[in-house]
């Protein structure tokens, strides 16, 4: 069973930074994609960011890039999502993924385990 734990979600004020963590328990296997989506109130999920099995690809959703970085440790228990400069419209409960790649980063059926997620709160 392979359980994800979000953590370090908060209220900030724009142009703040904050940093998520996911904990991630229970085996998984080879060619496993790690990602962040999030969703706003009223709103579909949106992908965030992914990165690939061996860590050396990242991939972000336009409205984040350049914003926001994905990583993770070596050994694949923890991922985390650094935010810079946030603005009012991040504003969602944001949740960690994992599944094997099904070959688009961004699908949303491709994730077979998700966490719960955390809110984060951007203030003008």
């Known amino acids: 069973q392979v359980q994800l734990v979000e953590s370090g979600g908060g209220l900030v004020q724009a142009g703040e930074s904050l940093k998520l963590s996911c904990t991630i328990s229970?085996?998984?296997?080879?060619?496993?994609?790690m990602a962040w989506f999030r969703q706003a109130p009223g709103k579909e999920r949106e992908f965030v960011a992914a990165?690939?099995?061996?860590?050396?690809?990242?991939y972000y959703g336009d409205t984040v890039a350049g914003r926001f970085t994905i990583s993770r440790n070596n050994a694949k228990t923890t991922l985390y999502l650094q935010m810079n400069n946030l603005k009012p419209e991040d504003t969602a409960v944001y949740s960690c993924?994992?599944?094997?790649?099904?070959?688009?980063?961004?699908?949303?059926?491709?994730?077979?385990?998700w966490g719960q997620g955390t809110q984060v709160t951007v203030s003008s």
């Open positions: 993924a994992t599944g094997r790649y099904s070959g688009d980063y961004k699908f949303i059926g491709g994730y077979a385990y």
């Open positions: 229970g085996r998984t296997g080879s060619n496993y994609a």
């Open positions: 990165i690939s099995w061996g860590g050396s690809n990242t």
